[in-house]
């Protein structure tokens, strides 16, 4: 790992697009080398809140302490829907853009990166693919691509948007391999997950949002029938064309 993981406080945090607020008012923290699922139902503020953890959107109150790790330390696998595979490249190509943080954009691959890049397609099952253009391959194939890429960035702090979602149950069980394996390695990995079930067996810490935070903690305190009925209200109450948030900060 490139460096050791630090603790990802949130405090009083808020992202708005044009001052309506996505999720507001969210504190607590992600320890290091924690594994926590983020839930919530559609519209929810999940996304939005990954993006500020990764520095993709800004937060317009509070603030996120990422305990000294820039956002480049980061690695951030997006919503599959926001990914153009019609780029004419391979996948070796793609997963070698996992070392661009590393060796810069124009520094020549030698034998040991393209090794690595060669192990990281092979540990996601892909061995062989390497030649093969981006358009070709499945939905499936192409999440196991952007997990091998991962692999390479080798970040201390992984977060996944919706990793699973369209993606079968034998891809599933075997990136959620990979998600364990990070774990293992002792980084932070946090992952936006719709699968309640998912998130009970793999992911021992969950924070349940609803806009703003409903509960964050032990998934089995979590995930309870009481918090999922309070976060469903929330949503619902929700006004789209409610002004900027009259909470006080
Ligand atoms: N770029 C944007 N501009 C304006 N509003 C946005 C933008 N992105 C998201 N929103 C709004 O912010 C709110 C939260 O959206 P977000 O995508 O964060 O929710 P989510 O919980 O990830 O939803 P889902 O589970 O459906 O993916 C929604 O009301 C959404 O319409």
């Known amino acids: ?118 192990e990281a397609l092979e540990a996601v099952g892909l061995g062989g693919f390497g030649d093969r253009p981006i358009a070709t391959v499945s939905a499936g194939q192409f999440q196991r691509l952007l997990f091998a890429r991962i692999l390479l960035e080798d970040c201390p702090v992984v977060v996944l948007d919706e990793p699973f979602t369209a993606i079968d149950a034998k891809t599933t069980a075997d990136l959620l391999g990979v998600v364990s394996r990070w774990h293992g390695e002792g980084r932070t990995v946090i ?9 009970r067996a793999h992911f021992p810490n969950t924070l349940l949002v609803a806009r703003e935070a409903i509960a964050w903690g032990s998934t089995p305190e979590v995930l309870t029938a009481s918090n999922a009925l309070r976060a469903r209200q929330m949503a619902e109450a929700w006004a789209e064309s409610a002004a900027v948030c009259a909470r006080a900060a």
């Open 1 to 118: 790992m490139r460096c050791a993981p630090s603790p990802i406080t949130l405090a009083n945090v808020t992202v708005a697009y044009d001052r309506q607020p996505a999720v507001h008012h969210v504190s607590g923290t992600f320890r290091p080398g924690s594994l926590t699922a983020i839930v919530g139902p559609n519209g929810a503020g999940k996304t939005t809140l990954v993006k500020a953890i990764t520095g993709a959107a800004r937060v317009d109150e509070g603030r996120i302490d990422r305990g000294g790790l820039a956002p480049s330390d980061i690695a951030y696998l997006p919503q599959q829907a926001v990914l153009d595979r019609s780029f004419p490249i391979s996948c070796l190509d793609v997963v070698l853009m996992g070392h661009w943080r590393r060796v810069g954009l124009f520094r020549r691959i030698g034998p040991t990166l393209l090794r690595e890049a060669e």
């Open 191 to 199: 992952a936006v997950l719709h699968d309640h079930d998912l998130v």
